[in-house]
């Protein structure tokens, strides 16, 4: 697989959604173990994926999580897979509990493919 990219459209308005729901995903990839927790660093946890979301009025406490996510390895490492599992469902009720507050929970978004 080449590292050629894919773009993903997604209307402004719909960008909080698709960032929420691919946080979950990542917590659910991790919490199965289908990921290493690892993954919240190369994920959401990297400034290129979140300072854009920044710019665009995102909340603070939302931005956190994204930001947070690249301590969740070393928490895992330092304070155990159950202080971790703790955090992890902090963030995942703090996540849902923003996409019930928003306006259209549901987004549109398509791919851009450069092919």
Not at 14 to 25: H, I, K, R, S
Not at 38 to 61: D, H, K, N, V
Not at 69 to 85: F, I, N, V
């Amino acid at each position: 697989m080449s590292d050629e990219t894919v773009s993903l459209e997604v209307a402004r308005k719909d960008v909080e959604a698709v960032a929420l729901c691919l946080a979950l995903g990542t917590i659910q990839a991790m919490r199965s173990g289908a990921w290493p927790t690892e993954a919240g660093i190369w994920t959401l946890g990297r400034p290129l994926f979140w300072a854009p979301l920044e710019r665009l009025g995102l909340p603070a406490q939302i931005l956190g999580i994204f930001q947070e996510a690249d301590e969740w390895e070393a928490t895992e490492r330092l304070l155990g897979r159950e202080h971790l599992e703790r955090m992890l469902t902090r963030v995942s009720e703090q996540i849902l509990s923003r996409l019930a507050e928003l306006e259209d929970p549901s987004f549109r978004a398509a791919w851009k493919d450069p092919a």
